[in-house]
């Protein structure tokens, strides 16, 4: 059975950084892009960003978030990483890791989902 569980979600203020967590578990992690997304109140569930292991690993970032947040991935511990940097309110949301077998932008294409978890940026 695969597992998804974020953790590192927290109430920072404005400009601050947060660091999420994804472990993994019943899956061949290398063999899975690992993705974030975002859902804010009163909003669909959004993209944020995601990365494989292969295509040199190169990762692929909504525009919203670009050159503020990285996205890393440990083979190792089967664990991928959100680094979230200048943050601002309307990055406010629950932030979700999810597991899909092939490089898609979009939630409905994503097999797997972990329980999410709470980022607040206060102004």
């Given at each position: 059975?695969?597992?998804?569980?974020?953790?590192?979600g927290?109430?920072?203020?404005?400009?601050?950084?947060?660091?999420?967590?994804?472990?993994?578990?019943?899956?061949?992690?290398?063999?899975?892009?690992?993705?974030?997304?975002?859902?804010?109140?009163?909003?669909?569930?959004?993209?944020?960003?995601?990365?494989?292991?292969?295509?040199?690993?190169?990762?692929?970032?909504?525009?919203?978030?670009?050159?503020?947040?990285?996205?890393?991935?440990?083979?190792?511990?089967?664990?991928?990483?959100?680094?979230?940097?200048?943050?601002?309110?309307?990055?406010?949301?629950?932030?979700?890791?999810?597991?899909?077998?092939?490089?898609r932008?979009?939630?409905?294409?994503?097999?797997?989902?972990?329980?999410?978890?709470?980022?607040?940026?206060?102004?």
């Amino acid at each position: 059975q695969v597992h998804l569980v974020e953790s590192g979600g927290g109430l920072v203020q404005a400009g601050g950084s947060l660091r999420l967590s994804c472990a993994a578990s019943g899956l061949t992690f290398s063999r899975f892009v690992m993705g974030w997304f975002r859902q804010g109140p009163g909003k669909e569930r959004e993209f944020v960003t995601a990365i494989s292991d292969w295509t040199s690993g190169r990762p692929y970032y909504a525009d919203s978030v670009k050159g503020r947040f990285t996205i890393s991935r440990g083979n190792a511990k089967n664990t991928v990483y959100l680094q979230m940097n200048s943050l601002k309110p309307e990055d406010t949301a629950v932030y979700y890791c999810a597991a899909a077998q092939f490089f898609r932008t979009s939630a409905g294409e994503y097999d797997y989902w972990g329980q999410g978890t709470q980022v607040t940026v206060s102004s």
